[in-house]
């Protein structure tokens, strides 16, 4: 490695070795202010990318951070093994999945050993050592690795128990019926935006359909199901595929003619059901006639290749007044049927569907956009302003708002009608294998609808710390919306076995609310100084909430640690834990942990997505292994990235253009530190004192920014401001080597938590032996932050900016440069404006009138109107470090004359400067009356 070759693959294995061998990550009680950070533990279902990177970042830099402010930091982590991820995962490893077996071999994994990954505990096993030796420590993160832990170890198992104990205690587990989300290789899984437990669906609803029982003839239902029972005094007809091959079922007493698909997703539903071997194709049922039930009026059965078998029964019931869709195809028919008016809505006569298709010009059911508008601006119109009318017989008069669910109701009391479960939008697990819905008679939950831990949780959170505050807004109305969670599952799953049903495990949610608290217990279970087994429902009584004495030393001092560290003080995830992961965290403390415990703080981060704004998943290919990218761009640029590239609380896109750009600026770092170390010693008494406030500055700055976990602030302050002052000092000339010194000491600890590598290289270069890591941070001096001492290169910055921007625009070849600086009337009357609108005694008139007394100023009395009044909406809009700019006392053209040899030597021509107020002026275009304080007038020929 020459002097200036910045090999960040060197110098990362070099630093990571160091602070492993020196454990500067294990957390140690001590006299000082606690800080105990972790992320929320991922999922062991394959190999990480690069968008998990951003979370784990965020907190090892404010972690690192805190523990460079007098904190004595706990940076725990651990592996969400529970559910059917790593099951998953092994199924296809044992049936060869391609793309799985290539995607081991890519990573270097023998025939040997991958057949070892059809165990799904070897699967936990191998990817735990993958995260933490390929991934946290490769990235330089300080996690307690003292404390690994997985949530299917025993000691967890036990622990879980424990919680579920407390809950039942507490009245907080129940037990009802319960239709659930079912894979039929997996058993029970869980649909939500996190997506732990299936590859596709997250944002699926369960949509409940009345599927009403239209009577054959002969007595066979032909069953048809919609979300709006009460428009059936409007159906004229049925819709059935004539492409389709229908099966025939017992259904208790009845028998149901409907879809394959849809007996494969109503057999779970029902309790008796059973197919029977007849099939009937939909072509024989056309022109047939069936009977409505609560009406009774008959109605033909038509041709409808629309009908899908995939949804719902696969038989549809017209509406053709009110349903666009129907009404198109009733068209397209040429049956003479004349649709049924049963809604008045404001704006349309009697045939809304009609009149919604004429206005869009609609004439084919292959106009699916055009379709879909109508019937959604028909639908919304008779939501809130459509009434029943006399065809719905003692419903007439009711607004179709309030009308809810008591057609639905009606029908189902009397036997014509049942309630059909259905998802939004198709939902696969992670097996492979399509989610359907299912009965479940005895499902336990958790009661997280009782309202007296709703009302706690609440209030709790008012007292936290939520980032960002839009969250904190909206966490109350999702602790109110949020309901009781079924909390077991049967099937294929790793987790712990609930207590209080055999062979039913804990579902993954559920198994992670309070798992902060078993880091504390993590440590003394990995170092032998307890067995696991040795977690009593006693112990963690004891440890946790105090109950009880401590059977054995080590539990008092395990108790000592949980008091020393508990509360967590923030909890940092993805924003796909929001309405789930975050609330049941959240309530979970409040019902099981005393006050005292509950948490202090949580960080919602958004995602890292791919071209087309996609989140990147494992599932889903990811993006660049993280293997990879750490070794094309560096460890340090990634975290530079994911610190600067966005707001945390923005989605970012994957750019790798963007991340080089970040690598070669840390290269260009490490090259300006070794210019500046040749640099001989020279004093300039203006660009010193100027160093020295601008360094203060972006102190107090970045600490202000890190405080408040604005981490994109900071980073832009360090990396870009600093580097940028520093660059400007030495293009100036400046030289002074106790100041240079002082200012990259200073630097590089403020780069540290962000790029920790670099800035361990930087702090050996300068010939310290300790590590930066554990250096303080640096503290800001309020008084060597001057105004006075920054305005000049403020103004000198100004004008090599302007003129740089002209040339630019202009593509002008200068011969001479005029600056112009600002005549003293005008300085005057900024300082008055500004100390008026400060105290609230602006007053124009008295300004002008003050101004205009100065005998040169008598016949330029309308300048100076126009002048003041502009000033005063430009004052408004200034910060405080602006005004203070403003009332600093500068002699513009005499710090400018100062500067001149620099400003011939950046634009390779003659600079003249003219001071407003002198009467010889080289001005052919009057341009010096442009010129205001610090922003002087230009021109140039």
């Given amino acids: 490695m020459t002097s200036q070759t910045y090999d960040y693959i060197k110098i990362e294995k070099k630093w990571q070795k160091k602070w492993y061998k020196e454990k500067i990550y294990e957390a140690k009680k001590q006299d000082k202010k606690k800080f105990f950070i972790h992320f929320a533990y991922p999922g062991v279902s394959g190999y990480l990318h690069v968008g998990h990177m951003r979370g784990f970042t965020y907190c090892d ?17 651990g592996f969400h093994a529970s559910g059917i991820p790593s099951f998953g995962f ?16 890519e990573y270097g994994l023998k025939d040997d ?3 070892k990954l059809k165990d799904p505990t070897k699967v936990v096993e191998y990817f735990g050592n993958v995260y933490v030796k390929d991934y946290w420590k490769k990235f330089g993160f300080l996690i307690d690795y003292s404390r690994i832990m997985s949530t299917i170890s025993e000691g967890y198992k036990n622990f879980i128990k424990w919680q579920f104990h407390k809950l039942n205690e507490k009245h907080l587990l129940i037990k009802k019926p319960h239709f ?13 935006k996190s997506e732990t437990d299936i590859l596709k669906g997250g944002n699926a609803e369960i949509l409940e359909f009345t599927t009403i029982k239209f009577k054959l003839i ?6 048809a199901a919609t979300l709006r029972p009460e428009t059936i005094f409007g159906v004229t007809n049925m819709w059935v595929n004539p492409n389709v091959e229908y099966v025939k079922a017992k259904i208790n007493d009845e028998i149901w003619i409907l879809s394959k698909q849809a007996y494969e997703k109503i057999i779970f539903q029902v309790d008796s059901i059973k197919l029977l071997k007849e099939k009937i194709k939909g072509q024989d049922l056309i022109g047939k006639k069936c009977i409505i039930p609560l009406i009774n009026r008959e109605i033909k059965i038509l041709s409808g290749p629309f009908a899908d078998p995939n949804v719902a029964s696969g038989i549809v019931m017209s509406v053709p007044a009110h349903a666009p869709y129907d009404w198109i195809a009733l068209v397209e028919s040429g049956e003479d049927i004349d649709p049924i008016t049963i809604i008045d809505v404001k704006g349309y006569g009697t045939n809304p569907a009609k009149e919604a298709c004429d206005a869009l010009n609609i004439k084919s059911q292959t106009e699916t956009e055009k379709l879909d508008q109508a019937t959604e601006e028909i639908y919304k119109k008779e939501f809130h302003t459509g009434y029943l009318n006399e065809n719905t017989g003692k419903y007439a008069g009711i607004k179709v708002s309030d009308i809810k669910d008591e057609v639905k109701n009606e029908l189902i009391e009397n036997n014509q009608a049942i309630i059909m479960r259905e998802f939004s939008e198709e939902v696969i697990c992670r097996c492979g294998r399509k989610v359907i819905i299912k009965q479940i008679p005895d499902q336990w939950f958790i009661k997280y609808s009782d309202g007296n831990l709703t009302n706690k949780s609440k209030k709790h959170v008012s007292n936290m710390n939520i980032s960002p505050e839009d969250y904190k807004n909206e966490l109350p109305g999702i602790l109110e919306w949020f309901d009781d969670r079924a909390c077991i599952r049967k099937g294929s799953w790793l987790g712990t076995e609930f207590p209080f049903k055999k062979d039913w495990i804990i579902e993954p949610i559920s198994d992670s609310t309070l798992y902060p608290a078993y880091y504390i217990v993590s440590k003394y279970i990995n170092e032998g100084k307890i067995k696991p087994d040795e977690l009593t429902v006693e112990f963690f009584d004891y440890v946790f909430i105090g109950k009880g004495k401590a059977k054995k030393p080590i539990w008092s001092i395990i108790k000592n640690d949980f008091d020393y560290w508990y509360p967590v003080d923030l909890n940092l995830g993805g924003k796909e834990h929001k309405t789930v992961h975050f609330p049941v965290f959240l309530m979970n403390h409040v019902a099981i942990m005393p006050e005292e415990k509950r948490p202090k703080g949580i960080f919602v981060h958004w995602w890292v997505t791919q071209k087309g704004k996609e989140k990147i998943s494992k599932s889903k290919g990811g993006a660049e292994h993280i293997n990879e990218a750490a070794i094309k761009y560096g460890v340090d640029a990634m975290r530079l990235y994911y610190s600067h590239i966005g707001s945390p609380f923005v989605d970012i896109e994957w750019d790798v253009e963007a991340v080089t750009k970040y690598k070669n600026r840390l290269a ?32 107090k700055k970045t600490k202000d920014a890190l405080e408040n976990y604005d981490l994109r602030i900071a980073t832009n302050e360090i990396f870009f ?16 080597k106790k100041i240079l010194n002082n200012f990259l000491k200073n630097w590089i600890i403020l780069m540290t938590p962000i790029a920790p590598h670099l800035s361990e290289e930087l702090w050996m270069l300068k010939g310290m032996k300790n590590l930066v890591s554990l250096e303080n941070y640096p503290s800001f001096n309020q008084e060597f932050i001057s105004e006075k001492d920054e305005v000049g290169e403020y103004l000198l910055q100004k004008v090599t900016s302007d003129i740089s921007e002209i040339l630019k625009v202009t593509k002008i070849q200068p011969k001479k440069i005029f600056i112009y600086t600002s005549p003293e009337w005008k300085i005057n009357i900024m300082k008055k404006t500004i100390d008026q609108i400060d105290k609230n005694t602006f007053n124009i008139g008295m300004i002008i009138k003050d101004t205009i007394t100065d005998p040169k100023l008598k016949n ?17 809009k200034l910060n405080e470090n602006d005004k203070k700019r403003y009332l600093t006392d500068i002699k513009e053209f005499t710090y400018l004359e100062q500067a001149k040899d620099y400003l011939n030597n950046i634009f390779k021509c003659e600079i003249m400067i003219y001071s407003s107020d002198s009467d010889n002026i080289y001005d052919p275009l009057n341009k010096n009356r442009f010129a205001a304080p610090l922003r002087p007038a230009i021109y140039i020929e």
Avoid at 218 to 223: Q, Y
């Fill in 61 to 77: 830099i404010i972690s690192r951070y805190k523990l460079m402010t007098d904190h004595e930091v706990l940076f725990p982590a």
């Fill in 90 to 105: 092994a199924k296809k490893v044992e049936r060869k999945d391609p793309d799985i077996i290539k995607m081991l071999k």
């Fill in 113 to 115: 050993f991958i057949k």
């Fill in 180 to 192: 659930a989300p079912y894979c039929s290789n997996c058993g029970p899984v869980a649909v939500d």
């Fill in 218 to 223: 002969d007595g066979t239902i032909l069953p």
């Fill in 668 to 699: 260009n770092i490490y090259k300006l530190v070794y210019q500046i170390k040749e640099l001989k010693d020279k004093s300039n008494n203006n660009l010193d004192n100027w160093l020295i406030s601008i360094m203060h500055r972006s102190i």
């Fill in 721 to 736: 401001e600093c580097q940028k002052n520093i660059q400007w000092y030495l293009n100036r000339g400046g030289g002074n």
């Fill in 860 to 876: 330029n009395a309308k300048e100076v109107s126009q002048y003041v009044g502009k000033l005063q909406g430009e004052i408004k």
